[in-house]
């Protein structure tokens, strides 16, 4: 009986069932009906603890989604209005891409250099072995179709794929299976592509880690993070499965840092999702309209033992590859909250590798 009042007091007060919708007073069936119809909001973001910009965010992927359907459906030999052909645009893009592909990573060379294997040295002649592997695909891909597109060899089923991706401007499935999450079109993931070729180049050049590891260019970021953790376990004889990463965001860019620290790591590239960081107060705070996905300063990541986690005032905020989120999961970073974390739990708020 007692629980009995208690459900009737709290719906029988100013309790909301959502942000401005309060409780209907006590009635029958279709007065309810009629209650909900006459007052319940319309469906906005709010309503569901996410920020305006959740909805911009949709639209604009809907209406991205619509712009790639109608140019899917238009005529493959005069398609935006112009006179030249699928073949001559083909071999237009496959040309610029063949152009700036630099050579493939030696990695047999790579390994032969290398005095003493540590976990940064290992994760760069992975990412360097990964990278090559890619790079000799788009090659060997480029150079069939090309040759196809000269008459010299038949057009395939592959290359005819390849043809449309290259068309439509999109990543061919082929590339995809060897590279990295990714939901950019063509030529900002090409363009992607050379920038990460560009800081292996200066990593692997004497070895040494680079001041600021710009983390979402790598194929592999766990293993990089991992790294982190076993360094400082083996400089300090720790166990490896009682340790945890600690972040400590920074005021600074990229450019403002001119060395490694002495332990773990400066990392860069990440986006927030959701929410801003606020580098004032150092913490998360609401989003600013129309900013989707802000950049994130530099951040500094060590190892600590799992003992001297800090739990409290701290959101574990999951950082993703993709927007796509779910099979993208990278790893988590507690960052710091005056809010409780459901408000941010609510929101969907995480860290993104890339803004798209």
Request: with cysteine; glycine share 6%; aromatic share 8%.
């Amino acid at each position: 009986m007692n629980r009995r009042l208690r459900h009737i007091a709290v719906l029988d007060g100013n309790f909301e069932l959502a942000p401005g919708f309060s409780s209907p007073p006590t009635s029958d069936y279709k007065e309810y009906h009629r209650y909900i119809d006459d007052n319940l909001p319309p469906e906005l973001p709010y309503l569901y603890g996410l920020h305006p910009n959740a909805e911009i965010g949709v639209l604009t992927k809907m209406a991205d989604k619509l712009f790639k359907t109608i140019l899917e459906m238009q005529p493959r030999d005069t398609a935006g209005g112009t006179a030249s052909s699928k073949e001559e645009k083909v071999k237009a893009m496959l040309d610029e891409i063949m152009e700036k592909l630099p050579d493939s990573f030696n990695v047999a060379e790579l390994i032969a250099r290398v005095e003493e294997r540590t976990p940064y040295i290992s994760v760069a002649i992975q990412e360097c072995d990964r990278m090559s592997m890619l790079t000799t695909e788009i090659r060997r891909s480029l150079k069939e179709l090309e040759l196809g597109l000269k008459g010299d060899l038949t057009i395939s089923e592959h290359m005819e794929l390849l043809m449309n991706s290259l068309y439509l401007n999109e990543v061919p499935a082929r590339w995809e299976k060897l590279a990295y999450p990714s939901l950019q079109p063509l030529g900002a993931w090409y363009g992607d592509l050379l920038l990460r070729i560009k800081e292996l180049e200066a990593w692997v050049a004497e070895f040494n880690l680079p001041s600021v590891v710009w983390l979402p260019g790598l194929f592999n970021p766990q293993s990089f993070l991992t790294a982190i953790m076993q360094t400082t376990a083996r400089k300090n004889e720790w166990p490896l499965d009682r340790m945890v990463l600690t972040v400590d965001v920074t005021k600074k860019a990229k450019e403002e840092f001119t060395g490694a620290p002495r332990e773990g790591a400066y990392i860069h590239g990440l986006f927030m999702e959701g929410a801003r960081w606020d580098t004032g107060t150092g913490m998360i705070q609401e989003s600013l309209l129309k900013e989707l996905t802000p950049a994130m300063p530099v951040i500094y990541i060590k190892a600590i033992p799992v003992d001297k986690k800090e739990t409290k005032g701290v959101y574990e905020c999951p950082v993703y590859r993709t927007r796509q989120r779910g099979p993208t999961f990278v790893w988590t970073f507690n960052l710091k909250t005056k809010e409780r974390p459901q408000k941010w739990i609510l929101a969907g708020v995480c860290l993104l590798c890339s803004a798209e």
